[in-house]
């Protein structure tokens, strides 16, 4: 068994445990034992990184066994330098998520946990799957643990949440089944990543192959128009659930991009190219607009997702080395920040159980710990130097510039308008005299609440003062996958 | 002169038929009102002729038997396998329902179930006419009577008239079409009549003529739009577990008879029937994924969903020749059989929960009566959304595998039309995905909506019902073993 096989099964069977110790009397022995599987979960990752040859393209820890042989589907399994990051990334944020669920969860507690570990495994699966079912049963297998962690543990309106996330993203992939199906009719009978991206394809089917792939990973990023259930879904998802959200799932689709539409249809990539980068440019200017005018915390975040990964898509369409990177940087700093920004508002949800910015005013006063955690966040999600944030947009919008001048000036914008809505909620919320009687009776963070954020603070400030590991990884795939996109596939 | 291989060739039968008689018979000393004695002998001779046709399948043999009246090749053997243990699952599950609903007043449950099964058994081996046609009114004429079983409950008994009617009608249309095939012909036997077909001698008019009423008959066993309209109202008016038993082990018979029928025996026809099955599927795929989002009732929900998925069936069935070229049908068939196997396990999973709920005086057949279920036991809410997250074709569940390799049988063909129909498939999964949700939903994320007592289960049903359930979902992780049966299976049958 490999390292990647131990870091998708780990959090699994810890998560089956779980379910299968039941009752809520058995809570702290549930909590810590989900605690034990999300450290043991990350710890395995660390010699993927430990063992990653740099400056290779080639898929590393590869794993192949014959799965469904009738199929020729194969229990394939592999990272480069653009997936292994997020593997990492996936196991933090669950540890992360673990200690966030500590003591507001009270019902259901094995459940609780189960679900986010299973999630866990899952979407390392989805990172590290080379082979198309493979990686389809990892996407869709995400949906049921994320529809119960909404519909279980969510606000009052989780119902409409839960349905909306899940229809919503499985129409999407379900037209990507069939075009994975006609993948591998096309290809004489393989399921595998590579051969497909390897393959010829007509300029028509390389178009319905892109549309189709597009439905599924741009509901998940989520693109302009079809964002809208991510705010409804964040509204209402526990703040776990919507840390993992922002922080990885929204991912998933991004990665989908990168990994199958670019490489498999390069001819209509570059041929729709215009269309992506427009979206993109209206999720950030447009979508950056709509943040502004929320009175909701989670909404603004959850505008403000949309926003930044508007920034990693047109990243992407840009095809230079700057904009590809920069976009997988925004990813990483993005997981980061996002998951730290909607724990910072479940720490005030729990204690007032609003989430509306006006119930809220001059927290400095009594939360002063607190407070310095979430100005760095806030920081880091306007894209301030030395932050984690700052890294992915300025590359980004470096890519763009050269690209053309008037794109990167549009994305640039998106400094301005990050700027403008997180530091006005942040002034809303934080500073001035303290507002109202919540405010005053609120307690600052404990010593566990203290480690979640610490731990995210240091990993915020870290990809931000020293981003060289996570360029030098990407490098090679990178240019590699340049390399292969600018080469067209007609035949 | 009757070999000896004929009769190896219907040992199963033989067992079933006389065992049938042999618990009628002991059933009448058995003075308990438990019926212990028929059960476990049931129990037993199912588990037998479980065990006998899979070691038949096992072997790979294809026998003819009684002049080819009758064929027992794998593919049977697998089906009635699988019919036997659905069979005998339904028993178990169903023991405390019939008991508490005094339907035990005589071993008549026992005794036509096993006949049911025996017709399930001789359609699926049928290779002539005549036989199949008697394998189906043994098995419809079973089923009837089971549906009537509790004669004091008005509901069941309407069901039962219904069914009867519309059966009895069915069954005029397929002998009727059965009849002018055999008059186009000359013979009754599936092997003369694909070769009389195939010949080119008979005038097309009237053969087509014949398979639509053939085509109808067993849209009518399938129970897809426009002949579902006994589908509804049977599942929710009969008795749960007669419900079960019409609902599980006869799909089997009807994706075999149309084997038979359409494949051995008409082949040569594809062309025209698999337009016809084309337009079924689509309006199964279409009405029963519509109409199950109206449902409260979980049981009438779950027969409309049977609708929907016996269009994926269809589906299946009709990728199998293209532009006269058979070389996919071995890929498309065993798609459909893989299909129609998840199927009945699915379906067995999530009766049976349905039956475990219901209690004396108590039914537990409104999707609101589910509520709250995983506060109760987490365990058997877990089995059902194991099965409804398979109905709904998410992985890694095996409805997942199911849908997978009918879309890959579809897309395969690499014909635009079929394409399409695979698209307007997905698309109709995802009506599909919101129904089965709203039950997870109601379980979930509803309270219990008054206190009810502890779930009581004997010790069999809970332990077969895990086995159930945990197999919907080891099956969807692995499902290669399966898969390989199914195309084994179906690749001898073709072969001869």
Request: charged share 10%; proline share 4%.
């Amino acid at each position: 068994m490999g390292w990647l096989s131990l870091a998708i099964w780990t959090p699994i069977v810890f998560g089956v445990l779980l379910l299968a110790l039941g009752r809520d009397d058995q809570a702290p022995l549930v909590r810590w034992i989900a605690l034990i599987g999300s450290i043991l979960g990350f710890l395995v990752t660390l010699p993927l990184y430990g063992g990653f040859r740099l400056g290779s393209a080639e898929m590393q820890f590869v794993e192949r066994a014959p799965w469904i042989t009738r199929f020729n589907v194969n229990y394939h399994l592999g990272v480069d330098g653009i997936s292994l990051w997020f593997v990492l990334l996936t196991a933090f944020i669950t540890v992360i998520v673990v200690i966030a669920g500590w003591e507001v969860i009270q019902r259901k507690v094995n459940q609780y946990m189960a679900a986010f570990l299973i999630l866990s495994g899952l979407m390392i699966g989805v990172f590290s799957a080379l082979d198309g079912v493979l990686f389809y049963v990892f996407f869709e297998a995400t949906l049921i643990p994320m529809y119960l962690i909404i519909g279980i543990w969510g606000g009052p309106n989780k119902i409409y949440a839960a349905f909306k996330f899940f229809l919503y993203t499985l129409l999407g992939s379900l037209l990507t089944l069939v075009a994975f199906v006609y993948l591998y009719s096309r290809s004489g009978g393989s399921f595998d990543i590579q051969t497909w991206q390897a393959m010829p394809l007509s300029a028509t089917a390389q178009t319905l192959i892109f549309f189709a792939l597009f439905a599924a990973f741009a509901v998940k990023v989520p693109m302009w128009p079809v964002h809208t259930w991510l705010p409804d879904v964040h509204v209402e998802a526990p703040t776990g659930g919507s840390a993992v959200l922002a922080a990885i799932m929204l991912k998933l689709g991004a990665y989908g991009f990168l990994r199958f539409s670019l490489p498999i249809a390069p001819d209509a990539a570059h041929e729709w190219s215009g269309l992506m980068i427009g979206l993109s440019l209206i999720a950030v200017i447009y979508v950056g607009l709509v943040a502004l005018v929320q009175q909701d915390m989670k909404k603004l975040v959850a505008y403000s997702s949309v926003a930044h990964m508007g920034f990693v898509t047109l990243g992407f369409f840009i095809f230079n080395d700057l904009g590809i990177s920069g976009g997988l940087v925004q990813m990483i700093a993005h997981g980061f920040v996002s998951g730290a920004m909607f724990l910072c508002i479940g720490v005030l949800y729990d204690r007032v159980h609003s989430r509306e910015i006006s119930s809220y005013g001059g927290v400095v006063n009594t939360m002063p710990k607190f407070t310095a955690f979430a100005l760095l966040f806030a920081m880091a999600n306007c894209g301030l130097p030395a932050t984690a944030g700052f890294v992915g947009e300025w590359m980004v919008i470096l890519g763009a510039v050269k690209h053309n001048f008037w794109i990167g000036l549009g994305a640039a914008t998106a400094l301005i308008l990050g700027a403008a809505y997180t530091l006005w909620m942040f002034k809303r919320v934080y500073f001035g005299p303290v507002a109202n009687d919540d405010v005053r009776q609120l307690t600052d963070i404990n010593a566990r609440e203290f480690l979640m954020l610490a731990l995210l603070a240091v990993a915020v400030l870290g990809m931000g003062l020293y981003p060289k590991p996570f360029t030098d990884v990407m490098d090679a795939s990178v240019q590699n996958l340049l390399a292969h996109v600018a080469q067209s596939k007609l035949n | 002169m009757i070999d000896k291989f004929s009769w190896i060739a219907v040992y199963p039968e033989i067992v079933l038929l006389v065992m049938a008689c042999v618990i009628a018979l002991v059933d009448l000393l058995d003075r308990g009102g438990r019926r212990t004695a028929a059960y476990v002998l049931s129990v037993l001779t199912l588990a037998a002729v479980a065990a006998l046709t899979a070691m038949y399948a096992r072997d790979g043999r294809t026998v003819y038997g009684f002049g080819g009246m009758v064929v027992s090749d794998p593919m049977a053997n697998w089906l009635k396998c699988f019919a036997a243990i659905a069979t005998l699952v339904t028993l178990v599950y169903g023991r405390p329902y019939v008991r508490d609903r005094g339907m035990l007043r005589g071993g008549e449950w026992f005794v036509l179930s096993l006949l049911a099964l025996l017709g399930t058994f001789v359609m699926i081996s049928g290779s002539n006419f005549l036989v199949l046609y008697l394998g189906l009114e043994l098995l419809t004429l079973a089923s009837y009577a089971l549906v009537a079983l509790r004669r004091d409950h008005a509901v069941s008994l309407e069901a039962s008239m219904k069914y009867f009617v519309l059966g009895a009608m069915a069954s005029g249309f397929l002998l009727y079409g059965l009849s002018m095939i055999y008059g186009a012909t000359g013979t009754l036997d599936l092997a003369g009549v694909v070769k009389a077909v195939g010949s080119g001698q008979i005038k097309h008019q009237v053969l087509v003529f014949g398979l639509v009423f053939v085509v109808s008959g067993l849209a009518f066993k399938f129970g897809v739009v426009p002949f579902h309209m006994w589908i509804p109202d049977v599942y929710q008016g009969a008795p749960t577990a007669v419900t079960l038993m019409i609902g599980a082990a006869p799909k089997l018979a009807a994706f075999a008879m149309s084997i038979r029928l359409l494949v051995e025996g008409l082949l040569p026809l594809a062309v025209d029937w698999q337009q016809m099955l084309a337009v079924l599927a689509v309006a199964s795929l279409l009405i029963g994924n519509l109409a199950a989002i109206a449902q409260t009732n979980l049981k009438r929900m779950l027969a409309y969903s049977t609708i929907a998925q016996m269009g994926f069936v269809l589906l299946g069935l009709l990728s199998g020749v293209v532009d006269g070229n058979v070389a996919p049908a071995a890929n498309a068939y065993s798609s459909a059989m893989f299909y129609v196997i998840s199927y009945v396990l699915t379906t067995l999973a999530s009766f049976g929960i349905i039956l475990l709920l219901s209690r004396e005086g108590f039914e537990s057949e409104e999707i609101a009566d589910l509520a709250g279920l995983n506060q109760r036991s987490p365990l058997y809410a877990g089995i059902m959304a194991v099965c409804l997250f398979s109905l709904a074709g998410i992985p890694p569940l095996v409805g997942f595998q199911a849908k997978l390799s009918v879309l890959q049988a579809l897309v395969s063909t690499g014909q635009p039309l079929l394409i399409g129909l695979a698209v307007f498939a997905v698309m109709m999964s995802l009506v599909g995905a919101f129904y089965y949700l709203r039950v997870v939903k109601v379980m979930y994320f509803d309270a219990p909506v008054e206190q009810v007592g502890p779930i009581v289960a004997p010790l069999d049903v809970r332990a077969v019902l895990s086995l159930n359930g945990l197999l919907v979902l080891v099956l969807g992780i692995l499902p290669g073993a399966l898969m390989t049966l199914c195309a084994n299976a179906i690749v001898k049958m073709l072969a001869t």
